[in-house]
């Protein structure tokens, strides 16, 4: 018997969206066990091989995070290594933080507009950060995070991250707005990540 031609493969949709906007924007995705998300400067975004990741992570949510981060460092940020961020180690005594800050009330901001701020969180030791975010991560207070957030939202219209990435967060509501109202086929285990969608009315 000959063997099957196979003329299709499949992708998990949301990594496709996420992909898609990506290579919109103008990066390659490569994964590595060595890192857990990196930028080279010359469009390259290298993300943690899925056996690195937590159970409650996903690429979707990977790739926006970065784009986030572009959006914070502007179009003088898009060709530097991590955006421009300096090399973090494990201590962060001394470290600047406002640019993640920034990164993560641009995360909040853009992903509550679609329901997904629960959804499209970060997974990372900056979660209590962005937990604690008011409803309205932009409302204005004494966070130097803030200036530099507004600055971002403002671009988020502009390209190179228009029209790829609202169009991205568009089709994950719509994917995840499905998945989100299915019956738990594990009730021991814990709820999926879509779960935590909640409909809004921007989207």
């Not at 003329?7 to 990594?15: A, F, G, T």
């Not at 180690?89 to 009330?105: C, K, M, N, Q």
């Not at 790829?164 to 990540?193: D, F």
């Amino acid at each position: 018997m000959a063997a099957r031609r196979i003329e299709s493969r499949y992708v998990d949709p949301l990594d496709a969206i996420w992909l898609s906007a990506a290579h919109g924007f103008g990066l390659e995705l490569r994964r590595s066990e060595q890192v857990f998300a990196s930028v080279d400067g010359r469009g390259v975004l290298t993300l943690g091989a899925a056996g690195t990741l937590d159970a409650d992570d996903c690429l979707a949510q990977m790739i926006f995070h970065e784009l986030c981060h572009s959006l914070v460092a502007g179009e003088s940020g898009l060709h530097l290594p991590d955006w421009g961020l300096p090399d973090w180690s494990e201590d962060l005594s001394g470290v600047d933080l406002t640019p993640e800050h920034a990164a993560l009330r641009v995360q909040a901001e853009l992903a509550g507009a679609h329901g997904l701020r629960d959804v499209l969180a970060p997974t990372t030791d900056f979660r209590a950060y962005y937990d604690a975010l008011p409803a309205d991560p932009l409302r204005p207070g004494t966070d130097p995070a803030l200036p530099l957030a507004c600055e971002a939202i403002a671009r988020a219209t502009r390209s190179p991250w228009a029209p790829h990435l609202e169009q991205a967060l568009v089709a994950t509501a719509r994917v995840v707005s499905v998945v989100a109202g299915l019956p738990s086929w594990r009730p021991e285990a814990p709820p999926l990540l879509f779960a935590r969608y909640h409909e809004s009315s921007d989207a």
